[in-house]
């Protein structure tokens, strides 16, 4: 079988975007994303090859990469803000530096919402999903901060509010921002429209914050008009495993909201199909929602949340490969909506994990998917 060939192209960047070197050699690269996490790159490099003095926190790394002679892409879409390095002399004498970082999306894990409970910022009505995921971002890194310490408008925009995922209520003052967006993209997933979001590259200095509805890629399910179908047969799945796994189910949550003992605001979420499945498998979670006051709302999308976040695990697992008519960068992308197939077993599936390793010229391309409910 003919090989797919790859060639890399790896950008060093200064905090602000400027272009320090490329490099198309190195000596390890391994890199892993998943949807609505940061992940983590780490790249191993011969000393010459960028000037260790010039690393600071938040250098940038892109990596752009070639697929069969196509042209150069950055992959991911993102860039790899560095948060670690180092020096290194092994035994034989050899001299290494290794840079690791995740991607842009952390950023967003670098603040909470700064603002008392109650507040306008911090206690949202019923909003859509992707416009609220906007607001908070708005309210905590730009123009719509109030302290204008905290914005960094010269790195980062947002895309136009499209009001397309269901409409969410909550409440989270004092809250990390990267896990209040985390929690609404899930209640959105059990509400039935899912919305996912990512820091993209933007223009040579930036980010724009986006927000995507159903799939972070692109749809090629089986409903698509044009689907992509991964199965032992066609050479690009592997290691497949057919596990049904219950052990640690939600379907029934409570969210507590303020007040004590009887008094104390409760809202519930349900998977009544979920439930139905067994006459023993009502599960039930408790989550504690303070911060969303006795707001009915709120509460419900919390235990929403829970009953999203605890769902059984994928039937259906494999590794995903590269093949020359399978070929990751032309024919799939991470957050694609694909078929998965094994064994009479046919799902949706969301390619929600990347891991790229390339060690001594050889590429090793391994992704996870997520069933789409």
């Known amino acids: 079988m003919a090989q797919v060939v790859t060639n890399y192209e790896i950008r060093f960047l200064t905090q602000s975007g400027i272009l320090l070197n490329v490099l198309d050699t190195f000596v390890k690269l391994d890199y892993t994303k998943t949807i609505n996490q940061p992940g983590w790159l780490s790249i191993t490099i011969p000393p010459e090859a960028v000037l260790f003095s010039e690393i600071r926190p938040d250098t940038r790394i892109e990596v752009r990469r070639q697929v069969d002679g196509k042209p150069f892409y950055t992959d991911l879409e993102t860039s790899w803000l560095i948060r670690r390095w180092s020096k290194s002399l092994s035994s034989s004498g050899e001299k ?11 950023i967003l894990q670098r603040r909470i919402v700064a603002y008392a409970a109650g507040s306008a910022q911090a206690d949202k009505g019923a909003t859509a999903a992707d416009n609220l995921m906007k607001d908070i971002v708005d309210e905590n890194f730009l123009a719509s901060a109030t ?3 905290r914005r960094i408008t010269s790195y980062l925009t947002l895309q136009a509010d499209a009001s397309a995922g269901p409409n969410i209520t909550k409440a989270f003052s004092r809250r990390n921002v990267l896990t209040v967006l985390q929690e609404i993209s899930d209640a959105s997933v059990e509400a039935g429209t899912p919305i996912y979001f990512d820091l993209v590259n933007s223009g040579t200095t930036g980010w724009e914050f986006r927000t995507y509805l159903n799939q972070r890629g692109t749809d090629r ?13 066609r050479l690009n799945l592997t290691d497949c495993q057919i596990e049904y796994d219950h052990s640690a189910e939600v379907t029934y949550a409570y969210a507590g909201g303020t007040g004590t003992e009887a008094a104390r605001s409760i809202g519930t979420a349900s998977n009544a199909t979920r439930i139905s499945s067994s006459p023993l498998n009502r599960c039930e979670d408790f989550v504690d929602a303070r911060n969303s ?27 995903i490969i590269q093949t020359p008519t399978s070929r990751y ?8 909506k694909v078929i998965q197939e094994f064994d009479g ?5 969301i390619i929600n994990q990347i891991r790229v390793s390339v060690s001594g010229g050889q590429e090793d391309i391994s992704a996870s998917v997520q069933v789409v409910d």
Do not use: C, H
């Open 345 to 349: 077993i046919i799902q949706d599936v």
């Open 329 to 336: 960068g032309v024919e799939w992308f991470w957050g694609d």
């Open 147 to 149: 302290d204008t310490a």
């Open 221 to 233: 399910s089986s409903s698509s008009g044009q689907p992509f179908v991964f199965s032992p047969d």
């Open 293 to 319: 006051g006795a707001d009915a709302a709120q509460l419900a999308d919390e235990a929403d949340a829970s009953v999203y976040k605890n769902r059984p695990r994928t039937p259906l697992t494999g590794k």
């Open 96 to 106: 290494l530096v290794t840079l690791g970082g995740p991607s842009a999306l952390d």
